[in-house]
DNA sequence: GCCAACGTTGGC
DNA sequence: GCCAACGTTGGC
């Protein structure tokens, strides 16, 4: 008999971000990002806690026409503290974070896909398998929140896309 | 542009 | 520790 170890099950989450301020065509000509400026403890503690690396990431246009799930992404490092809490010129700047022990996280992503079929909030709403997911219940403003494998593969299904690593 | 749902702040 | 006031998020 083998013994299963090392190996966590890949996890799945979604990033929101508004288009005018980070878009799934930036990440793209990036290559690769920090998800900076997260300013809420819960978010903060799926950063710095949970989100592990080669997880997935579904990247959300919010506040957007149309709002839909644009493209897939994945995890390249761990939590980190987040660098703009201690930069005083930068929006984020948080000056009540002490750096020996920073209050804000960050992971980095790196861009896989765009969407071949962007992925609506409609379309989403109309899916059975979908009437769970955090993003559409009611008041949830959570901006880096948990998927379940389930709502991955249904949402990559929908956007025609594959996790290919 | 509106406003409901949250999260945070600060007086007590 | 309570809670009213305020600010923000983000769908509609």
Redesign the pocket.
Known sequence: MTTKRGKRTRRYWLF???PESYSIEQLERDGSTFWSGV????ARNLLRDEIRCDDGVLF?????KP?AVVGIAKVTKEGYPDPTQFDASDNYFDP?SDPADPRWFVVDIAFVGKAEQPVT??AM?ERPELTEMM?????????VQPVTRREWQTVLRMARLQENW
Do not use: D, F, I, T
């Open positions: 929101k971000s508004e300013r809420n403890y819960q959300y246009h919010s506040n957007a709002m009540g909030r409609e709403k993003l559409l219940q009611r008041g949830s403003r959570l901006s």
